[in-house]
């Protein structure tokens, strides 16, 4: 992906205080974590990523990136696929 950002004259992340400057999914850094819980949150997160994804993806439609959008795609069938498997087994 960084070949993409450059190509398209952007710039892409450079370092882990860039990377956790830029991070939208908050860490959950407790010291245990009932299962149900992990289930609820890890769906939560894909339904968000799933959004970010989405929003990206316009971003990519307005600038004519079509190898970046069918990436996108991808990722995007990906996660709601997971998001429903998540949602089934939390019921």
């Not at 997160?45 to 970010?52: A, I, Q």
């Not at 970046?68 to 089934?88: G, P």
Request: aromatic fraction near 4%.
């Amino acid at each position: 992906m960084p070949q993409r950002a450059r190509k398209i004259g952007g710039t892409t992340l450079h370092s882990i205080n860039d990377i956790s400057r830029h991070q939208r999914l908050k860490d959950n850094n407790a010291e245990v974590v009932e299962l149900l819980d992990m289930l609820v949150e890890l769906r939560g997160d894909s339904l968000e990523l799933t959004r970010y994804l989405r929003a990206t993806h316009e971003i990519c439609e307005q600038h004519n990136d079509v190898a970046t959008a069918s990436l996108i795609e991808n990722w995007i069938d990906e996660t709601e696929r997971r998001t429903c498997f998540l949602s089934e087994i939390i019921g």
